[in-house]
């Protein structure tokens, strides 16, 4: 596959997610909830996880309203956090940010961000990392905040 190629496969996975996202049910019960906001765009992020009782992610739903890279981004993460336990839902987070910040990775960092690693090419254009960020961002705030409430049980 041409460069060019490989960037219109990558838009196309964007605009697919965009236009169909994947687990865009909203959960009730959820143990791990998020909101995540952009200000200077307006770009939302609802999160919500449900958890085995192993502390894996059973179900993700997500709502949004937003750019199509912010949402795409979003859907995108809600297939790839299926099954993960929260720390390495954090990993996921954490490898993500460096990719969008330019750090290079390993290969074994780039496979564990399985179809997140289309958004590599966000970097391109630097005003939309944010986008891209902000369902992490969200995810992040959600790990901390039920991380909380289960040390004051």
């Known amino acids: 596959m041409l460069p060019n190629d490989l960037d219109e ?7 697919d997610h965009y236009r169909h996202p994947r687990n865009s049910q909203r959960l009730e019960d959820a143990q791990v909830t998020a909101h995540g906001f952009n200000p200077f765009c307006g770009d ?3 999160l919500q996880l449900r958890l085995n009782g192993d502390g894996a992610v059973r179900e993700v739903g997500f709502q949004g309203r937003g750019c199509s890279i912010s949402q795409a981004s ?19 987070r954490g ?8 750090e290079k990775l390993t290969d074994a960092e780039t496979e564990s961000l399985g179809g997140l690693a289309v958004l ?3 970097r391109q254009f630097p005003v939309r990392i944010k986008c891209a960020l902000l369902s992490f961002a ?13 040390r004051r049980k």
């Open 9 to 15: 496969l990558y838009k196309e996975v964007i605009l």
């Open 44 to 46: 939302e992020v609802d």
């Open 74 to 92: 979003a859907s995108l993460l809600t297939e790839e956090l299926k099954g993960k336990t929260l720390a390495e839902a954090e990993a996921l």
């Open 95 to 102: 490898t993500f940010r460096r990719m969008m910040q330019g």
């Open 120 to 122: 590599a090419g966000v």
């Open 138 to 150: 969200a995810l992040e705030d959600g790990i901390k905040e039920h991380a909380r409430r289960q």
